[in-house]
């Protein structure tokens, strides 16, 4: 009878991939990954690319009405 859980090297991997991800390392150790905002504004209303999220705060963007529709997203720094 199985015990319900992942076990083993499959389980094993499946850690690895997760604790990469929320460490912000691409799956490939070669490529880190950077969390970058995007959203829409009044100039662009389409979501696009707004900045660097350790340049600026989201949170502080959408108050102050600048943007919306804030996304955070892990892409690949380059």
Same mark, same amino acid.
């Given at each position: 009878?199985?015990?319900?859980?992942a *076990?083993?090297?499959? !389980?094993?991997?499946?850690?690895?991939? &997760? #604790?990469?991800? $929320? @460490?912000?390392h691409?799956?490939?150790? %070669? *490529?880190?990954?950077? !969390?970058?905002?995007?959203?829409?504004? &009044? #100039?662009?209303? $389409? @979501?696009?690319?707004?900045?660097?999220? %350790?340049?600026?705060?989201?949170?502080?963007?959408?108050?102050?009405?600048?943007?919306?529709?804030?996304?955070?997203?892990?892409?690949?720094?380059?």
């Amino acid at each position: 009878m199985t015990k319900g859980y992942a *076990e083993g090297p499959a !389980a094993e991997e499946a850690e690895r991939r &997760r #604790d990469a991800l $929320e @460490s912000g390392h691409a799956l490939d150790e %070669d *490529e880190p990954l950077r !969390a970058a905002v995007y959203g829409a504004t &009044r #100039d662009e209303p $389409e @979501s696009h690319f707004i900045g660097w999220r %350790d340049d600026l705060d989201p949170d502080q963007l959408f108050s102050s009405g600048k943007a919306w529709g804030l996304t955070v997203r892990r892409v690949p720094r380059g």
